[in-house]
């Protein structure tokens, strides 16, 4: 039997550890209890945190649930999961503050880094775009649809119309493969080369397309779909 918090010597506890040792010494488990604070009735805290991340695949899961999934999760509820979510989206913005100023065209790896971080272990397929600026470096983040549907049914004015409102030079298309293997399909590939040619009549370059899994990334343009610059 696992021992419960309150069994613990005081400065053996998650908040008192984080304050003696640093955020680094604690385990997600841990750090995730300190978010939460308390436990609930039969379930202390540091097991409610437990069962959380396990829920969710771990922490990248649980970074990657929908906010509304987290907080219907037993004993967590609207207050500790505005917690949680507050603090995974402080660090989506950190993971995001590495984008921001860096010529994008030739940083697939720092691309993907990104997206692994705030999309990669989604039980669901996510698409979206990143649009840029004339020097090629980040303007806005979009996710323009979850699940549940095809390649075949992206239409590009739903890719390009953010691109626009963006007033944006040239975008980078992502999508996740819930599966962990990053492989594009032909349907992939076609896609691209669709969105490519729909960018070409707007004057709004495709740099690339990214396919973000659990066990890496794969960049189209790498894979000369996409013509290099």
């Known amino acids: 039997m696992r021992v419960r918090v309150a069994e613990l010597a005081r400065e053996e506890r998650p908040r008192e550890?984080?304050?003696?040792?640093?955020?680094?010494?604690?385990?997600?488990?841990?750090?995730?209890?300190?978010l939460l604070r308390t436990g609930t009735r039969g379930t202390d805290v540091l097991a409610l945190a437990e069962k959380l991340l396990a829920d969710a695949g771990g922490l990248a899961g649980l970074a990657a649930a929908d906010r509304r999934a987290t907080v219907r999760a037993r004993g967590v509820g609207p207050a500790k999961g505005a917690v949680v979510a507050a603090a995974l989206e402080l660090g989506r913005r950190l993971a995001r503050l590495a984008l921001q100023g860096v010529p994008l065209?030739?940083?697939?790896e720092l691309v993907a880094?990104?997206?692994?971080?705030s999309y990669g272990a989604s039980r669901v397929e996510k698409f979206g775009t990143?649009?840029?600026?004339?020097?090629?470096?980040?303007?806005?983040?979009?996710?323009?649809?979850?699940?549940?549907?095809?390649?075949?049914?992206?239409?590009?004015?739903?890719?390009?119309?953010s691109a626009i409102l963006d007033n944006a030079h040239a975008l980078i298309v992502w999508h996740t493969h819930p599966s962990g293997d990053p492989a594009p399909s032909e349907d992939d590939a076609v896609l691209t080369r669709r969105l490519a040619e729909?960018?070409?009549?707007?004057?709004?370059?495709?740099?690339?397309?990214?396919?973000?899994?659990?066990?890496?990334?794969v960049s189209l343009r790498q894979r000369g779909v996409l013509p290099g610059r």
């Not at 065209?105 to 697939?108: F, T, V």
């Not at 880094?113 to 971080?117: D, F, K, W």
């Not at 649809?145 to 049914?153: E, I, M, V, W």
């Not at 009549?201 to 690339?208: F, K, R, T």
């Open 130 to 161: 990143l649009t840029l600026d004339a020097r090629h470096r980040l303007l806005q983040v979009h996710e323009l649809h979850r699940g549940g549907r095809s390649h075949a049914d992206v239409e590009p004015s739903e890719v390009f119309n």
């Open 113 to 117: 880094a990104y997206l692994a971080r």
């Open 198 to 217: 729909a960018g070409r009549l707007l004057n709004i370059a495709v740099l690339d397309h990214i396919v973000v899994g659990r066990s890496g990334f």
């Open 17 to 34: 550890r984080l304050a003696r040792l640093g955020p680094e010494a604690l385990s997600d488990a841990e750090l995730v209890a300190v």
């Open 105 to 108: 065209l030739d940083r697939p």
